[in-house]
């Protein structure tokens, strides 16, 4: 008797989907009490507070639905052996362009290219209603619809390019590996994920926003004064057009060793009512880099 692995799987996934669902269930009843917990109180107003509860429960509906059509199309695509068949079509696809099905490189590629378009497609009108309907019925949202699905055109553009020399590689490292196989294809994410550390923030984050430096003033100078405080190598200070996409607000750090930099959303320093709260927003991700979070976060992804 052969064991029904795919059965197994689905059945482990939809388990999976029901206690994830139980759980936010849970904070889907939390965030329907219209009290201000006694805790706030005094810290943020009634007012702020329901908005804040508004925006949560429509974006807990939202996950609802999202994670049901999920769950039913993951479910298909393997009882119904769609990636096998379309594993089959992506080879056919390249017979008839001229192209070598048997090659395993480029019949992969073929079919993640595919795989990646369908995801594109089926996630779409998930992402038009929470940019376009619930971020902007909270005020939230301040794209346009051009810029919209510029974005994500540069994002496909950007895997096209970047896909193939990884996707290439590994199947390298696969055919090539023998019993060492394992080691050297967590050597190549580990060398992989450090790059892309590296060159997301310099080359890839500025297709998509520009970033200014802060200019001198009492706010930089703060800044420098705390980063100095916490012997932070901070070398660079820039400000991002968050602006252009969202009103939310957020401050961040990246850099390896001794040339660490600080960005801020310009939306942090329009919002916030003077520069000590801007400070106190750095000295929280400064906090993380202090107490070494960022790195025990990354050396546990390397572990597991």
């Not at 059945?11 to 669902?21: A, K, P, Q, R, V």
């Not at 949560?56 to 039913?72: A, G, M, P």
């Not at 190598?233 to 939310?248: I, W």
Request: with cysteine.
């Amino acid at each position: 008797m052969v064991f029904p692995y795919m059965e197994a799987v689905v059945g482990f996934m939809i388990l999976m989907y029901f206690f994830e669902t139980y759980l936010d269930l849970r904070q889907h009843a939390a965030l329907k009490l219209p009290k201000l917990p006694k805790t706030l109180e005094g810290v943020i107003s009634q007012e702020k507070f329901e908005k804040s509860r508004g925006y949560s429960l429509d974006k807990s509906h939202f996950h609802f639905v999202h994670e049901f059509v999920t769950i039913l199309m993951d479910s298909a695509i393997l009882l119904f052996r769609i990636l096998p068949w379309f594993w089959k079509k992506s080879g056919n696809f390249l017979v008839l362009v001229g192209l070598d099905a048997e090659n395993e490189i480029l019949h992969t590629l073929s079919f993640l290219a595919g795989v990646m378009l369908w995801s594109q497609l089926t996630d779409l009108p998930f992402s038009l209603y929470s940019t376009f309907v619930i971020e902007a019925r909270h005020g939230f949202n301040k794209q346009t619809i051009w810029l919209f699905f510029r974005d994500m055109i540069k994002g496909m553009i950007l895997a096209i390019v970047l896909g193939p020399p990884i996707v290439s590689a590994i199947i390298i490292i696969v055919q090539k590996g023998g019993p060492y196989l394992a080691i050297y294809l967590w050597a190549f994410m580990f060398v992989l994920s450090l790059v892309m550390m590296t060159l997301y923030p310099v080359l890839i984050a500025p297709l998509f926003n520009k970033f200014t430096p802060l200019p001198e003033g009492e706010l930089r100078e703060k800044i420098e004064k705390l980063a100095s405080s916490l012997k932070f190598p901070l070398k660079k200070l820039f400000v991002v057009d968050g602006s252009t996409r969202s009103s939310h607000s957020n401050a961040y750090m990246y850099g390896f060793f001794k040339n660490k930099r600080i960005v801020l959303y310009d939306t942090l320093i329009q919002q916030c009512k003077n520069d000590e709260e801007i400070v106190a927003v750095i000295a929280h991700e400064l906090g993380h880099w202090k107490l070494n979070h960022t790195m025990y976060s990354f050396i546990a992804v390397q572990v597991c």
